[in-house]
T-cell receptor, first 120, second 111 residues
């Protein structure tokens, strides 16, 4: 399977615990995005990387959240001191941005299956 | 200005019907408008996308209509099937940036 993969698929934790999720993007995709989706809502942007550089972070990403993409390949999203409000589906997407500074290919983002987090 | 408004929230049609889902945006910097289909427990899957330099795009049974002056776009599903029952999200982005999603439309197609 050459799509975006995410692990674990489900995570149940107690409030106050730390959790870490992993995303493996489509091979050679240089952009990687994290989104959060709560029940009945559309995905909300959290942060994204181009290669190993984190280019933008949403205000939704409190200081308890941190994301990394070492070596520009897989990415991890860590939530420290989880709260019940963190319960959601965490989605990863990847895309390939190519071109010069004046022209880029379409930003077609391909999503993984998500990690469903439940904080008790 | 960053919002994408989507309607209706839910839609029920019979097999063969043509459900239409509408979206509106404010930010004129948006220039890429994809539609995603999501089944329960799965990530969103890209269905079809359009840029504002065309007014319509068709792929199989799915058609996007785009009205740049009204800042509105819609998804039409021709000859809908029970297997099309899913949640559909419109989205918008200023080209190479993050996606801004609508709130979703839950579609049910009955046989």
């Amino acid at each position: 399977d050459t799509g975006v993969s995410q692990n674990p698929r489900h995570k149940i934790t107690k409030r106050g615990q730390n959790v870490t999720f992993r995303c493996d993007p489509i091979s050679e995709h240089n952009r990687l995005y994290w989104y959060r989706q709560t029940l009945g809502q559309g995905p909300e942007f959290l942060t994204y990387f181009q290669n190993e550089a984190q280019l933008e972070k949403s205000r939704l990403l409190s200081d308890r959240f941190s994301a990394e993409r070492p070596k520009g390949s897989f990415s991890t999203l860590e939530i420290q001191r989880t709260e019940q409000g963190d319960s959601a589906m965490y989605l990863c997407a990847s895309s390939s941005i190519q071109g010069t500074s004046n022209y880029f290919s379409y930003n077609e983002q391909f999503f993984g299956p998500g990690t469903r987090l439940t904080v008790l | 200005q960053q919002q994408v408004k989507q309607s209706p929230q839910s839609l029920i049609v019979q097999k063969g019907g043509i459900p239409i889902i509408n979206c509106a945006y404010e930010n004129t910097a948006f220039d890429y408008f994809p539609w995603y289909q999501q089944f329960p427990g799965k990530g969103p899957a890209l269905l079809i996308a359009i840029r504002p330099d065309v007014s319509e795009k068709k792929e199989g049974r799915f058609t996007i209509s785009f009205n740049k002056s009204a800042k509105q776009f819609s998804l039409h599903i021709m000859d809908s099937q029970p297997g099309d029952s899913a949640t559909y999200f419109c989205a918008a982005t200023p080209y190479t940036d993050k996606l801004i999603f609508g709130t979703g439309t839950r579609l049910q197609v009955f046989p």
